[in-house]
């Protein structure tokens, strides 16, 4: 075989030999970056207590895994408010997602303006102060850690805060699990503030591991 061709049958090999590699280290990246608690019925609930006009209301909200594959559906209930002549009626919403695990990116949803953007209720756990924070509320960034009382523990975690022009919201997400612990949004419509604070009471996620 003359030169050429075994430079030619070198050069094919080598690339694919990095193809295989650069597949193989998309697929190990791919799964080590999905969080290890996910599975099928895995669910987090969070206590929604809403106060306003010196009136408070106990709603619940949940989200929940119906399916685990290549990318995960979830079901989402969920309470908020419509404020309408200066009077506030507290509404359902529920939503069913499809979401790249790895990415959280929304694949699919019954409310397709979600679609491309990210899930909010955990985020990866290689953060810190400082970190880039992409979800569905925008990008942001992590402002500072703290411990909070929840599920019946003392939980560290880090904070990411948004401000918009009529509402404010702090997430705090759980250092080890990526699990959004507690919520608090404030929100002000019609001359009336609406404060809703959502913290986790229920979930089977082993936060401990």
């Not at 094919?12 to 280290?25: G, R």
């Not at 809403?50 to 106990?58: A, D, F, G, I, R």
């Amino acid at each position: 075989m003359s030169r050429k061709k075994l430079l030619l049958v070198f050069f094919l090999f080598l690339s694919v030999l990095l193809l295989i590699c650069s597949i193989y280290y998309y697929a190990l990246l791919h799964q080590t970056t999905r969080q290890h608690w996910l599975a099928t019925g895995t669910y987090v609930t969070y206590e929604q207590f809403l106060v306003w006009n010196n009136q408070n209301e106990t709603q619940y909200m949940t989200w929940n895994v119906t399916r685990l594959g290549d990318s995960a559906d979830l079901y989402l209930v969920s309470h908020g408010v419509n404020v309408t002549n200066r009077s506030v009626a507290i509404v359902t919403g529920e939503a069913n997602w499809t979401i790249d695990t790895s990415t959280r990116e929304v694949l699919s949803s019954s409310d397709s303006n979600y679609v491309g953007k990210k899930w909010p209720f955990w985020l990866q756990t290689d953060l810190r102060i400082g970190s880039s924070v992409d979800t569905w509320y925008g990008v942001n960034t992590v402002s500072r850690s703290e411990t909070i009382n929840v599920l019946g523990q003392q939980r560290d975690c880090w904070i990411v805060d948004y401000d918009w022009a009529t509402s404010t919201m702090r997430r705090w997400y759980d250092k080890s699990s990526g699990v959004c612990l507690k919520i608090h949004v404030v929100l002000h419509q019609q001359n009336i503030t609406i404060t809703t604070t959502e913290t986790a009471v229920s979930t089977n996620i082993d936060l401990k591991q």
